[in-house]
């Protein structure tokens, strides 16, 4: 098989294990292949503060994709593409969120600012642990300049409370991209974002085709970017939806799945 020209790669259930983190010897493999000219590039739901340290971490300077596709930002950490809702959508959406509950909230992202209406909130709380970045107390009408794009909605609740909201914003907003990216998290995004979007783009950017890639991901939110590359990877943790979406299926974030790959499409250092 012949090499791949770039590593697109999903982060939480992919890239890092249950324990939120890489392995020393996954950060190795991917050094090395960033050292022989193989960008490593993160793909993400989150926002740029929650992968910049786990890039820092793996030490590569590569673009970065972020929340799911909205935003790229090139290894200096400039703006190269942006998709985003207007703060006028975004209120029109907030009216229509189920009401904030002990087990229920909705948290809106622009650029690098995370804007929670209570941050001391339990689950904002839990996602701050995961991602080591500190939410802003407030509401985008105080926060937000109104011609500040809004990358991405994020709610935390039980799965059949979210199921509910999705199918009701989608009939809401069909401008919109609504999607569960775990069981408990539901994104909202302009319509035209999606990690094969952003993917598309940033092999426009660096000069390649997607057939000279390889994605990896492990959840429902990844089946587009694993179609979009030359090949797709499913983690051995991904459901069977995502799985028969890949091409190949490796083994489980926390097997070392991304470097057992690696190793099999790249050869052993």
Partial sequence: ??????????IDGTLLNDGHRVTPAT?????SLA???????????????????????????????????ALI???ERRPLYSRG???????????????????????????DLWMASDRLHPLVRREEEITKVRAVSGSIEELLPPKAPVHKLLGFGPP??????????RAAFPQCAVLKSAPGLLEIMDGSVSKSAALLALCRILGISAGET???????????MLKAAGLGVAMGNAPGEVKRAAGFVTRSNNEEGLLYALNHFYGKE
């Fill in 27 to 31: 950060a190795r493999r991917i050094r």
């Fill in 214 to 224: 390889v994605a990896f991901g492990d959840n429902y939110n990844d089946i587009d």
């Fill in 85 to 111: 809702l207007s703060r006028s959508l975004a209120l029109k959406i907030k009216e229509k969120l189920p009401p904030e509950t002990p087990e229920c909230c909705f948290c809106f992202y622009s650029n």
């Fill in 35 to 69: 050292r022989g000219g193989v960008p490593f590039i993160l793909v993400s739901a989150r926002m740029p503060s929650g992968i910049f340290p786990i890039q820092e971490e793996l030490g590569v300077l590569s673009p970065v994709i972020c929340y799911g596709g």
């Fill in 1 to 10: 098989m012949k090499p791949f020209k770039a590593v697109f790669s999903d």
């Fill in 73 to 75: 930002l090139d290894a």
């Fill in 160 to 169: 059949e409370l979210l199921d509910e909201t999705a199918a009701m914003l």
